[in-house]
Each structure stands twice: as C-alpha cells, then as structure tokens.
C-alpha cells in the first residue's frame, strides 16, 4: 500500500497562477482533509470530505477549492495564487472519526512569489 | 470551536532524560491522539487516547488522559536522540468532522 501520495514535492508560483495539490489514498477511507501548517500558526484545516461528493469548509477556506469525485482522490485548488499561501500542505486521510488516526501525505512545500 | 494548547513550546533535553509533554483541551475531549513530526516530513501517528484515565505506551512513549481535566500528557523515559521532532496533540470536536491540533512541542534530544 502507498498509503497518501501527495503531489508535487515543491512548487513555486508566481502571484496570480492557479495550481491543484493531488492527494490520493489507496486506504480505501472515507475521510480526507487537507491542512497548511505554518510556523507558529501550526496545522490547519483548510478543507475536509466525509465521502465521495461531500465536502464542508474548515478554519482557513478561503482561496482554495475541492471536489471529492471518488473516495480515493481529493485535490485542493488554488484559484489565484497570493503570497500569503505559500505553505506547507499535508493531505490527510482515515476510515471514520473516532477510531484510528490519521495518516498523512508527506507534504506539498509552496512558495508563491 | 475547540482549541489544543501545548506545554512547553519547546524542549532541549540530554540523551537519557526523561520528559513530559502536556495538551489541555478547551472544551471535552472525545478522543485524544498524538502525532510525530520529524523536520520537514509529514506527521506519523503515535497513539490514541479515548476513555478517562487511558494509558498508552508504545516503546519508551506513555500517552495518558485525564478526561476531567480535559488533558493528556505524553511521556518520554529515557530519551534518545531518535525521538526529536515535534509533537502534537489532535482531537476531533464533538461532532467528528473537524479535527484540529495543538501548535506543537519542538524537543531536541542532544547526544
């Protein structure tokens, strides 16, 4: 099992550009999220799906679509980048709530200049 | 919403020492869960913690819940340089969908 791939690595942006972060699990789970981390501010949720076609907003939405087409893929969109986005990014996933925790990707660092 | 606070900030201890992490929840817990991150990687998920006075241990690592208190200490006996990154503590809100984490506690492990 890979278990979350994220993709890319790295990624620079120039302000303005849009970009999507793939994330997918092979875990078959059901929940997904996706966080930034930032120095001092720590992890935060910026969009999370509780199954294929359910997505609901977390802390810091704004600037960022998703869609949830299949439970294996959940990628995050950047309309217009600004630098106040660059970040690290984690996708995270796990079966429900309340069991096992959850695993993530090994992280998207994005710089928008 | 609930928030996770974390205490110390940061820890710089001597190979061999032991330590001890806190999270404090503001509101009640329904599941407390510790993670690891090593510099520059994602987080790996240590232990879960659900019930009131719930011990956990996996290796030199002991996870405990005090469910009254809304908090959880992580404790390390022995430490080894192996076990330096940053921990942090998560929980879901009462309704399961949102999770969110402390800030961390960044512990280095000096040889």
């Known amino acids: 099992n890979a278990g979350v791939t994220q993709t890319p690595k790295f990624q620079v942006l120039k302000t303005g550009q849009s970009m999507t972060l793939q994330c997918a699990q092979d875990m078959n789970h059901e929940y997904m999220s996706w966080y930034r981390q930032d120095p001092g501010m720590g992890l935060r949720l910026i969009h999370y799906?509780?199954?294929?076609?359910?997505?609901d907003q977390g802390e810091v939405p704004n600037g960022y679509n998703v869609s949830r087409s299949t439970t294996e893929d959940f990628p995050l969109r950047l309309l217009s980048a600004a630098p106040s986005q660059t970040s690290v990014y984690f996708c995270?996933?796990?079966?429900?709530?309340?069991?096992?925790?959850?695993?993530f990707g090994s992280g998207t660092r994005l710089t928008v200049v | 919403s609930q928030e996770l606070e974390q205490s110390p900030q940061s820890l710089i201890v001597q190979e061999g020492k032991n330590l001890t992490i806190n999270c404090t929840s503001s509101?009640?817990?329904?599941?407390l869960y510790w993670y690891k991150q090593k510099y520059g990687e994602g987080l790996i998920f240590l232990m879960m913690l659900q019930k009131g006075g719930e011990e956990k241990s996996h290796e030199k690592i002991t996870a405990k819940l005090d469910e009254k208190k809304q908090q959880s200490s992580l404790h390390i006996t022995a430490s080894q340089p192996s076990h330096a990154g940053i921990y942090l503590c998560?929980?879901?809100?009462?309704?399961?969908?949102?999770?969110?984490f402390g800030p961390g506690t960044r512990l280095s492990v000096l040889p």
């Open positions: 998560g929980a879901d809100d009462n309704y399961g969908q949102n999770f969110v």
């Open positions: 509101k009640t817990l329904y599941g």
């Open positions: 995270a996933s796990r079966i429900t709530t309340g069991t096992f925790g959850y695993t």
């Open positions: 799906s509780v199954g294929a076609g359910i997505t």
